[in-house]
């Protein structure tokens, strides 16, 4: 997953020229036909003329977050203001988050800390679309064009089973999108449909906190076993491969459970 703190839509895009499109389609074309996708699916996405390059991108992937000093890290996500929102959120989602907390067997606070990191609550979660994320890294990041190609098949495959329009959903810098900053091939792996409506959503907080807690899961967290600090360590590790990520989280965490706990107390 990828985290990120700018401001959405400031930045302008260059629209790549018909060769350039072609090119970046016949790339990928092939692997999404494989997967199932129609070629008519994928002609029509690549037509689009809201398809953009964005030269900001390669630049904060020069910089991330992640090569912080844990000091500079700590400053931004451990904070008193994203305690606070990470308070007032559990009080108004306690109960689905308790709910979906019980069912996979992971600590409640756990789950509200990524929320707090990844997304600040649902309110930091889209930036550029996610085709576009992909497709500027394809065009012109040959070192991120591999990784890049895979998401953008996974992304339309998404797209394309759920009748999502390609060009509707924003995301990161990186291509992470939703509450829960899942990258396309992890969505696709690990998302859930908690509340059984028949789509996994990545904006409706019970698939988004019952998807992080699956992903959780899947990567070795000690389901119902709080108390082991190295499996969760690593659990939280594979979500975002990033040990300033792993210690934000879990400082990020004991301060939220103290605060509600303290809260609680003070109410008898």
């Avoid at 953009?52 to 991108?57: A, D, G, L, R």
Wanted: charged share 25%.
């Amino acid at each position: 997953m990828f985290i990120y703190l700018l401001i959405p839509f400031l930045f302008a895009g260059e629209a790549p020229s018909s060769e350039k499109k072609n090119s970046v389609r016949e790339e990928i074309a092939q692997l999404a036909v494989e997967k199932g996708i129609p070629n008519a699916f994928i002609i029509s996405s690549f037509e689009s003329e809201k398809i953009k390059i964005y030269s900001v991108i390669p630049e904060r992937f020069s910089r991330p977050y992640e090569k912080k000093t844990w000091e500079e890290y700590k400053k931004i996500f451990v904070k008193k203001s994203r305690i606070e929102k990470g308070v007032q959120f559990y009080n108004n989602q306690k109960n689905d988050l308790n709910k979906v907390a019980d069912s996979y067997g992971v600590e409640p606070f756990l789950i509200l800390s990524i929320l707090g990191v990844e997304s600040n609550y649902g309110s930091h979660h889209k930036q550029f679309t996610v085709f576009n994320s992909l497709y500027t890294q394809i065009a012109v990041m040959p070192k991120r064009a591999r990784w890049a190609k895979k998401e953008m098949v996974e992304f339309l495959a998404y797209c394309y089973k759920d009748s999502i329009p390609p060009h509707s959903v924003y995301g990161s810098y990186a291509g992470a999108f939703g509450y829960g900053q899942f990258i396309p091939s992890s969505f696709n792996n690990y998302a859930v449909d908690f509340d059984k409506d028949g789509i996994r959503r990545a904006y409706e907080w019970l698939d988004v906190m019952a998807s992080i807690a699956n992903y959780l899961v899947k990567n070795g967290y000690p389901a119902n076993d709080y108390s082991n600090s190295e499996k969760v360590y690593k659990a939280v590790y594979a979500y975002n491969h990033s040990d300033n990520y792993v210690k934000a989280v879990l400082a990020l965490r004991d301060e939220l459970q103290k605060k509600v706990e303290s809260e609680i107390n003070d109410q008898f």
